[in-house]
DNA sequence: TATAATTGTGGGTAATAGTGGGTAATTGTC
DNA sequence: GACAATTACCCACTATTACCCACAATTATA
């Protein structure tokens, strides 16, 4: 059964300096990295933001992406979209992390960025994109409430 | 266990100069060549790209091809078309490496390429061969859910 | 409420990473 | 053996990153 000790929730916002470098809400550093060598993963996220992971939960997805087979260009490639944007990253003494410029652009990151607890992972957004894709969201629609009935979640 | 100290990942941009030589990415270079005398194989990918082992890596490879039998006809020209690309190599004292210009052809490489961080390997990409392929892809694909449903890729 | 500890932000400097080119050594060819 | 072509080795320069220190703001503690 899978621990419940690296699960992240709640939202915050910090700026982002000159230098690319934001900080990691203190609340979330001892989960992000429990092996005390404060390494962990930043990725592309499949909306438009970034993901960040402990180490030992990326190292769970690579390992499944290991069984996948070389020889299908299918999954090769398949592959390659994951990782090739997964980096590995350490923070500083106090406890920011340099984002990568390339990730910068992906996840269309400026001057200030809001972190989110994601259970598994750490979502990092433009404000004004994490606020538009919420404006799309309708919860009154009838597709939310049968995932919500479908997935036995009773808030 | 397989151990995961050889494990690559993220994407960088170099350029190649005239001598073809391109750089490797210094996050790269302890995995790559762990045992300090600086040796790695270069080689044909699957793909429109080079593929870079670990001498350990490749020797593994190797290993098992010597396993097929020598008396079968599609057996020699299995091997012989994945040996006879592979390359030793090492890098300069600035960390770059010099990639055969028949290798050089192969994959289509001119100025610039970028570095790809593949797992047990690395890939060298023409960027713009690399843009095409990536754009086949599209998560929200059918086929690529089931993909990552099957091999339990939970991200 | 006062004080101490932690958290978040900014910037300077040293070290490292990346790029280009010259020259010597090696290789292959005639 | 002489020559050209290629490769290996060395040095120099620029850009980027890592590391360090300082300080304000917030939170915790007495």
Known sequence: MASRTNTFSGQYQYSIDSK??????????????????????????????????????WE??????????????????????IVRWATP???????RITIPSTLLEIADLQDNAIIIGYLNKIEVWNPDNLESEAAEVDFSDEEYESLATQNQIRL
Chains 1, 2 share one sequence.
């Open 20 to 57: 690319g470098r934001i900080n990691v809400p203190a609340k979330f550093r001892q989960s992000l990295s429990p092996d005390s060598d404060d390494t962990f993963v930043i990725t592309r996220g499949l909306d438009p933001c970034l993901w960040i992971y402990p180490l030992e939960e």
């Open 60 to 81: 769970r997805i690579e390992d499944n992406l290991r069984n996948l087979s070389f020889l299908r260009p299918k999954e090769r490639q398949f592959i390659r979209q």
């Open 89 to 95: 990253a350490k923070y500083d003494k106090q406890g």
